[in-house]
Structure formats: C-alpha cells, structure tokens
C-alpha cells in the first residue's frame, strides 16, 4: 500500500435500508485509486430509504464507519453521501432565455436553467437540482455545453429532481451526528450508473435499475446524459416479507431461504418439486419442511410484479426509444437467480447483470452488484473533482450539477 496522503482520500457512504456501506478509497498517481477501507453494518432505521429511527441510523452509520477506519487505519472526516428514497420523484423541463451579450456565459446557462425551474411542486417538495440534458441555440443542433458559443435564443431542456426537504436533512444529520461531514451529496441512481454503465451504452441509449433492499432506483440514458430516472418504493424487503407470510416463517429465515435457495431456485423455471428445506415457523420456534417450489410461486410473482411496475412507467412516458441498447440491473435484488430471464420476457430487450467496473485490484466481494452504489459515489466524486482541478472556472457542465444541493441541504445545520 501507497503511504497515505490526507489530502487525497475520498470517503463514500451509501445509505441503504438494509445496509450502511463505507468505502474509503486514496488516489494514486495517474488517475489509479486503491480502496483501503470497507465498513459494512446492519441498517435498522430507515424504511424505504427513508431515515424513521434518527438513533438507529446514527448507531449504524457509526458503526459502519468505525469499522472502515480500523482497516483503513486513518480517521474519516468527510464522506460523500448518496440519497435515494421514496420521496424522491422528477420530471423533463423546458427553458427559454434571450443570450444577453452574443457570446453565451455562464449567467445564460444559469438563467435558461432558472427558467426551466418555474414549475409547480407540492407543498413539503423542493428541487433538489437541475440536470441539463441538452442546449439548444437559436433552434439549431443541440449541443452539451454552449458556454463560449453565439447566439440570440438559449434553450435548455433540463431533468428536475425533487424530493422532501426534511428527509434529505435528517439524513444529512445522521451523519453529522456519526461523527462524519457531509461534504457531498449524490443521487444513487447517478451512482449506480457510474459504477456499471459503459461509456458507449450511456451514448447510445440504456437503462439501469437498482433493486435495493427498500426501493428500486430507474434511471435511464443517452447521448451521455440522464433522460428520465424514478424511484419505485418495491425491492428485496418486500420478497423477504412476501416470504415470511406466505411460509409462516420468522423475517430472518425468510431472508435466509430467500439468498440461500432463492439466489438458486426459486424465481427460474425449474422442475423443484423434489427440493425441500427446513425452516423456523413464527409460532413458538417449530420447524416445517417445505418444497422449494413453494418459494418460486411466492418470488416470481413478485418479481413479475416489479418488473412490470418499471415496464408501465417506460411505456407510459414513451421510454423504449432511450433503451436501443437495452437494460442493466443492479443491486442485491438483481442477484435472485432467474431476475435477468423474467426482465427480459416483459421488457423484450436485452438485459445484463451490471456488475461495477473496477478499474484496480479490490477485494472479490466489491465487484458484486451488491456494492454498486458505493463504488459508483466514489467514481462520481473522484470524476468531479478531477474536472475541477483541470479547470474550476470552465470545467464541464455537468461535473457541478450537484454543488447548489449540497448548500441547501447542509444550511440545515
């Protein structure tokens, strides 16, 4: 191991509602980095990606982190955090704003994207950020950054994110409270893709989906930037809870049989009628034997079922042009064996497990799905802040999208 700079350590946290994973990581040399720290702790305070017990989460987040500072052997000061939740939604916006001078500076930029803000949001709602997607100058080609250009006429056509105020500062606090400043935020489906998209599918058109324990994360590309993302409120927990009902089984020997079995037989056609497994049943620790069979008809349903709510919303907003390339799932939801076959019979396109794209020597367990987001909020940071560092005052548009966020949240505190 590199001997360590302070100055050149990047933390990332991903907040998730079944695990709190850090990651630590020191840059090298020639853009290489090396991942020195990993913490992962149990998440017992968030439902759905939403912070609903403030010690709870505070307690894991702790924890996770003190164990990747013991084995990074450095003291972690400030993290980059990645938000996600049911309460995050957004739309597509247009803005139209006159170029003041002929030569189009940044204040245009800003304006055109202010305009693109005047929208109606609910009350408890507010715009997290705007997220260009494209320019368009004097209703000629569009372009990805006009700054620099001439023109009369600017037009942006932008992605809004929204979400509720107060969750995205109560998780902002828990960190704080965990002894960690929050030095950036990152949406985790900009994360996901980061880690397990290549350049060429963002251009040509894809989409990636994170099945997370609480919530499944869409986001979908092309031409290199972000046509549509939203956050559906379906995942792991709710195969785990499905199972635990319809087996009369406790939670844990659901989540058992569910990565045990499930991950083997239960959601691909296969004849298991002659496979059986012994589980705990919720009344008075008795135990059951059941066929694995059993399992298929409670999991594939619900796959089917998720899978179908994503399908609905793609059609619905006339998405399928955007997927030439077609899907990526991600996430500890897409490892249930037989999840790529059922996404392919109801979308109809191709679809691959997105395992994140490591670039150095890491340990085995990090190129899972499981750690997409983590390492995705590592790569989006270290990305921005090499584009920083190359230029801060004419750095591409899009390595600043989130600097605005991080204000507003952390004025909170």
Not at 362 to 388: C, D, F, M, W
């Amino acid at each position: 191991m590199a001997k360590i700079n302070p100055d050149r350590l990047v933390t990332a946290i991903d907040v998730g509602t079944t695990k709190i994973c850090v990651l630590v990581a020191h840059k090298l040399d020639n853009d290489h980095i090396e991942i020195i720290g990993v913490g992962k702790s149990p998440s017992d305070g968030l439902r759905k990606g939403v912070v609903v017990d403030v010690a709870k989460t505070v307690h894991s987040i702790h924890s996770a982190i003190k164990e990747a500072e013991l084995m990074a052997g450095i003291d972690i000061t400030s993290v980059a955090v990645g938000i996600a939740g049911a309460h995050i939604s957004s739309r597509n916006s247009h803005g139209v704003v006159p170029i003041k001078r002929g030569e189009i500076t940044k204040e245009d930029v800003q304006n055109a994207l202010n305009a693109a803000k005047a929208i109606p949001i609910s009350e408890g709602e507010q715009i997290l950020h705007v997220l260009p997607q494209y320019f368009v100058i004097d209703g000629q080609d569009r372009v990805l950054d006009p700054i620099g250009m001439h023109g009369i006429r600017l037009e942006v056509q932008a992605h809004i994110i929204l979400g509720a105020v107060s969750s995205v500062q109560t998780l902002v606090k828990c960190c704080e409270s965990a002894g960690a400043h929050v030095q950036d935020i990152v949406l985790e489906q900009l994360a996901s893709a980061e880690a397990v998209l290549s350049d060429d599918e963002r251009e040509l058109g894809v989409a990636v989906l994170d099945i997370g324990g609480g919530t499944s994360d869409l986001a979908i590309y092309q031409h290199g930037t972000i046509r549509h993302t939203m956050v559906l409120p379906v995942a792991g927990n709710h195969f785990t809870n499905d199972l635990a009902i319809g087996l009369r089984t406790t939670i844990r020997d659901a989540e058992r049989v569910k990565v045990t079995y499930g991950v083997a037989h239960a959601i691909a056609k296969r004849d298991a009628a002659n496979d059986v497994v012994e589980l705990d049943m919720v009344q008075g620790g008795k135990k059951q034997i059941i066929e694995l069979s059993d399992l298929a008809a409670i999991l594939r349903p619900r796959a089917q079922e998720l899978l179908s709510l994503v399908h609905e919303e793609i059609l619905a907003k006339h998405l399928q042009p955007f997927m030439t390339t077609g899907l990526v799932i991600t996430g500890g939801g897409s490892l249930l064996n037989g999840m790529q076959e059922v996404a392919e019979e109801i979308f109809d396109i191709p679809v691959r497990l997105g395992n994140p794209h490591i670039d150095f020597d890491a340990p085995e367990s990090l190129q899972s799905p499981i750690y997409a987001t983590g390492y995705g909020l590592l790569r989006y940071v270290l990305k921005k802040q090499k584009n920083h560092a190359a230029d801060n005052a004419h750095g591409p548009l899009f390595a600043r999208v989130f600097d605005r966020m991080k204000s507003w949240a952390l004025d909170f505190f």
